[in-house]
């Protein structure tokens, strides 16, 4: 007798059990334009596109190093930290938070500045400076995704169905 594991099998039934791991948002009108419809499921739209724009972005500052034309870390870091504070204020000032094209295009420019970087890192000339700007990305990402989530729990919060909340209808798909 012998077992076999099917790890793709089990996220599937995952995802159909639990559509919301792949939205992480609530389904109803407050978080409408963060999640797009994907062959039946609800995707969010942060994670849509802004993995594959830093990946992206990677790849081509890699590309253009191998080409001879390479970028420094702070030259990659600065242009890196740049965009996060344009995505930031965005934010911030709640511009276009119901505008799924605008949305896009900030999560896009997330993308990017993540990429940025990440490359930095890895084109720094030495392991203390990797370390260091490592400690710096990673601090902000714990400080940006907390301050984000209490954000949204704001959002939650100001909902008339809060009191039934995680079981209020935005907790299940429509």
Aim: with cysteine.
């Amino acid at each position: 007798m012998s077992i076999s594991y099917n790890p793709v099998g089990k996220i599937r039934r995952a995802i159909r059990e639990d559509p919301i791991i792949l939205a992480h948002h609530p389904f109803c009108d407050n978080f409408a334009g963060h999640t797009i419809q994907l062959r039946g499921y609800s995707v969010c739209l942060g994670c849509l596109f802004t993995y594959p724009s830093a990946a992206v972005t990677i790849a081509v500052v890699l590309a253009f190093g191998y080409l001879g034309l390479p970028f420094t870390n702070i030259q990659l870091f600065g242009a890196g930290v740049v965009l996060f504070v344009v995505a930031l204020l965005r934010k911030a000032l709640d511009i276009g938070r119901e505008n799924q094209r605008l949305h896009i295009i900030f999560r896009v420019v997330l993308g990017v500045s993540l990429g940025l970087v990440l490359s930095a890192i890895i084109v720094s000339p030495d392991w203390t400076s990797r370390l260091v700007l490592l400690a710096l990305v990673v601090g902000v990402a714990i400080v940006y995704n907390v301050w984000n989530g209490r954000r949204s729990m704001g959002i939650c919060r100001s909902c008339e169905q809060y009191p039934e909340f995680p079981n209020c209808d935005g907790s299940r798909p429509s």
